[in-house]
């Protein structure tokens, strides 16, 4: 009789909850605010990764412009010494033609 008695009321007093598998993966264990702090994280990788590829890419396209216009400006340069010196030799041709002129005018009013 005791032992009914007592299972009786450890029936009674039992109170059955219903089981729960309980699953844990690493994104359950986190956080609204270190899941957002991730995505931030890797949103601002990829920024910085994306703005570090245009830098460079900014930097190749000043040296070329720079090797460009470098050529460019040494072959205006050489066409700008050359015409100069083109210049000055018609110059010297002029002035040579303008005192044989002279000269030749001379002689002729002694004449």
Do not use: W, Y
């Not at 994104?27 to 890797?42: D, F, G, P």
């Not at 990764?49 to 040494?74: H, R, V």
């Not at 072959?75 to 002129?101: L, V």
Request: no cysteine; net charge positive.
């Amino acid at each position: 009789m005791f032992r009914v008695a007592l299972a009786r009321s450890t029936r009674t007093l039992t109170v059955s909850q219903p089981s729960r598998m309980l699953h844990s993966t690493p994104q359950a264990l986190k956080t609204v605010t270190e899941k957002a702090k991730e995505v931030a994280s890797n949103v601002n990788l990829k920024v910085g990764q994306g703005l570090a590829s245009a830098i460079e890419t900014g930097e190749q396209a000043t040296q070329s412009a720079k090797e460009t216009l470098g050529q460019k400006t040494e072959e205006a340069s050489e066409a700008t010494q050359k015409a100069t010196d083109i210049a000055k030799q018609k110059g010297n041709q002029a002035a040579a033609g303008a005192t044989e002129a002279k000269e030749d005018f001379k002689k002729e009013l002694r004449k």
